[in-house]
T-cell receptor
Framework: DTGVSQDPRHKITKRGQNVTFRCDPI?????LYWYRQTLGQGPEFLTY????????KSRLLSDRFSAERPKGSFSTLEIQRTEQGDSAMYLC??????????????FGEGSRLTVL | GQQLNQSPQSMFIQEGEDVSMNCTSS?????WLWYKQDPGEGPVLLIA?????ELTSNGRLTAQFGITRKDSFLNISASIPSDVGIYFC??????????FGKGTKLSVIP
């Protein structure tokens, strides 16, 4: 399977714990994105990487959230001191370097976080 | 920040009927996109639009980029059961930060 892969698919944690999600993009894609989706809502942008550089961050990304893409391939999203409001689906997407084709994203299946 | 108003929120239609849904923005976008999401899956891109007035088809799906740059619509002709899902509009002015609508949930009655 050559699509975007996310791990774990489901995570249940207690409030205050740290969690980390991993995303493996489509191999030839240099752009990687993280979005968050809550029930009944559309995805909300969190952050964007071009290769290993984090180029855009949403104001939604509080200081408890950190994302990395150390070698320009896979990415991790860490949430520290989780709160119940962090419960959501965390979606990773990737896109190739194609000028003028902004927004044509390939999404993974998501990592669903439940904070008790 | 930018907001997208997507309507209707949900639709129940008979198989074979045509479907229309639309999206309006509070600000100008230079790209409009339509995605579909099935339960437990990530969104899948259906159609991308890059020019005001552009009308683009993908099989039974047709989408248009409004000339004001603040709206877009999606039509599905002759609906079939596998069209069931949630359809999202999305747009962006210039950046890689997409803004999504809240979605239109489509149910098809065989």
């Amino acid at each position: 399977d050559t699509g975007v892969s996310q791990d774990p698919r489901h995570k249940i944690t207690k409030r205050g714990q740290n969690v980390t999600f991993r995303c493996d993009p489509i191999s030839e894609h240099n752009r990687l994105y993280w979005y968050r989706q809550t029930l009944g809502q559309g995805p909300e942008f969190l952050t964007y990487f071009q290769n290993e550089a984090q180029l855009e961050k949403s104001r939604l990304l509080s200081d408890r959230f950190s994302a990395e893409r150390p070698k320009g391939s896979f990415s991790t999203l860490e949430i520290q001191r989780t709160e119940q409001g962090d419960s959501a689906m965390y979606l990773c997407a990737s896109s190739p370097r194609t000028s003028g084709r902004t927004g044509e994203l390939f999404f993974g299946e998501g990592s669903r976080l439940t904070v008790l | 920040g930018q907001q997208l108003n997507q309507s209707p929120q949900s639709m129940f239609i008979q198989e074979g009927e045509d479907v229309s849904m639309n999206c309006t923005s509070s600000s100008i976008f230079n790209t409009w996109l339509w995605y579909k999401q099935d339960p437990g899956e990530g969104p899948v891109l259906l159609i991308a639009l890059y020019k005001a007035g552009e009308l683009t088809s993908n099989g039974r799906l047709t989408a248009q980029f409004g000339i004001t740059r603040k709206d877009s619509f999606l039509n599905i002709s002759a609906s079939i059961p596998s069209d069931v899902g949630i359809y999202f509009c999305a747009g962006t002015p210039f950046s890689y930060q997409l803004t999504f609508g809240k979605g239109t949930k489509l149910s098809v009655i065989p």
